[in-house]
């Protein structure tokens, strides 16, 4: 668990409810011992800002290009992304999901927003909480894409997996539906 900024307790409990053992991970001898990263919402460039600052960054961006199963939610959806648009400039990522993320995409009427999203692989409808979220406008063909929302009549990307790779627009770590934290952990156990 990326633990040096964004919503990290929710994620471990959420993990924790799996029964998977957890770890924070603020400095590079603590990431060698996960078999797996979540990549938690908060603010990309503070995050982006901190991992190069405790020497993480490098060590991040190498276990992920070397397979380690890594989910991140809202902006951590954003770390992982290839490319990333913002409007003003592009933003340093880890990388690793070949997708362009637009970072705050909503827009300011639909800033934050919650509702029942279906989410492929899963039965029923997970209730989705997007908070100045990002989308994917553009998915490579390896990316499948898991759930789209609809906004002003044009489908918006906001969960993927690609291969190890696994990411949300909006947090499924909010309330007690573990169900995306257990794709995550079919990744790691599988
Ligand atoms: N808007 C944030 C960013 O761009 C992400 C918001 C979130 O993680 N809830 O980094």
């Not at 906004?151 to 499924?172: E, K, M, N, S, Y």
């Amino acid at each position: 668990m990326f633990a040096l900024q964004g919503d990290v307790r929710e994620h471990l409990h959420a993990l924790e409810r799996l029964g998977a053992r957890t770890l924070r991970v603020r400095r590079p001898e603590e990431l060698a011992q996960c078999d797996g990263l979540v990549l938690p919402g908060g603010e990309s460039t503070t995050m982006f800002k901190l991992a190069r600052t405790f020497d993480l960054f490098e060590p991040i961006v190498e276990r992920i290009a070397d397979g380690m199963p890594t989910f991140g939610t809202c902006a951590g959806m954003i770390m992982l992304a290839d490319r990333v648009k913002d409007g003003t400039r592009d933003q340093e990522t880890f990388g690793g999901l070949d997708v362009t993320v637009r970072r705050n995409a909503f827009g300011r009427q639909v800033d934050s927003f919650e509702g029942d999203l279906d989410v492929a692989g899963l039965a029923d409808p997970v209730h989705a909480v997007f908070i100045r979220a990002p989308w994917i406008e553009q998915a490579g063909e390896s990316v499948e894409v898991l759930a789209s929302v609809a906004v002003a009549g044009a489908d918006r990307i906001v969960a993927v997996r690609q291969g190890h790779l696994l990411a949300t627009a909006f947090h499924p770590e909010v309330g007690d539906d573990d169900r995306v934290h257990g794709l995550f952990v079919d990744l790691v156990t599988q």
